[in-house]
């Protein structure tokens, strides 16, 4: 069974702070994909990265980065000078993948963290 | 602009009564979609996996007979919530994807059943 734990349940910054949410996944499979999402008060999802299983070059896209740890199970996201638009609540999610690793779409979401930035 | 567009936004119904929730893609063709839920300050769970033309597959824990799930065509899926009760209030979302696509959420459903 896959499980995705997002340990922080509350994170609380000030503006400017840089801030790294945690990711740790569980699965059996050897093909899979791994995700970030914002949620913001609205409710939709915004949708931040896809990772596959194969990929595990960190990625830099603004002032969000991403690591990927295969050997520790983990995908972590930061944030770099944190602003106040940046609050919302984060999710990190996996979805198993097909045999030929192109197909995903049943996602197992973590917890969620909701980060709060203070001005 | 939205490629799952997801009606309606919110929706307020009595007690006993059924609401249908609908899940389109605007510019693709989805032969399989999902819907979750998300009870307040909680996580995101799949209910069922909607397949277009068979029937839907439900997750464990999830009643089939009160959450009828109609994928009649390629860009449409519809979740009925029958007989509502005040504990089916939460949040409803949907998402889809081409077959090589990348995967879209709608902007979900606020049920509140009084």
């Known amino acids: 069974a896959q499980k995705v734990t997002q340990a922080q349940t509350e994170i609380s910054v000030v503006e400017k702070e840089d801030v790294t949410l945690d990711c740790v996944y569980e699965t059996r499979d050897t093909t899979y994909y791994l995700f970030w999402y914002k949620q913001p008060p609205s409710g939709e999802l915004v949708f931040l990265i896809r990772r596959n299983s194969f990929d595990e070059q960190n990625e830099i896209s603004g002032r969000y980065s991403w690591n990927f740890q295969k050997s520790t199970s983990s995908f972590n996201f930061t944030i770099t000078a944190s602003q106040v638009v940046d609050s919302a609540v984060y999710f990190c999610a996996l979805s198993e993948a097909n045999a030929g690793g192109t197909s995903y779409g049943k996602l197992t979401f973590g917890q969620g963290t909701i980060l709060t930035v203070h001005p | 602009g939205a490629v799952v567009s997801q009606h309606p936004s919110w929706v307020i119904c009595k007690s006993g009564t059924s609401v249908k929730i609908e899940c389109r893609s605007l510019d693709f063709q989805a032969t399989t979609m999902f819907w979750y839920r998300q009870f307040p300050k909680q996580s995101l769970m799949l209910m069922a996996t909607?397949?277009?033309?068979?029937?839907?597959?439900?997750e464990q824990g999830v009643e089939k007979d009160k959450f009828l799930i109609n994928h009649a065509s390629l860009t449409l899926s519809t979740l009925t919530v029958t007989s509502a009760h005040p504990e089916d209030s939460s949040f409803y979302i949907c998402?889809?994807?081409?077959?090589?696509?990348?995967?879209?959420f709608g902007n979900g459903t606020r049920l509140t059943v009084t």
């Open positions: 909607s397949n277009e033309g068979s029937k839907a597959t439900y």
């Open positions: 998402s889809a994807r081409s077959p090589l696509g990348p995967l879209h």
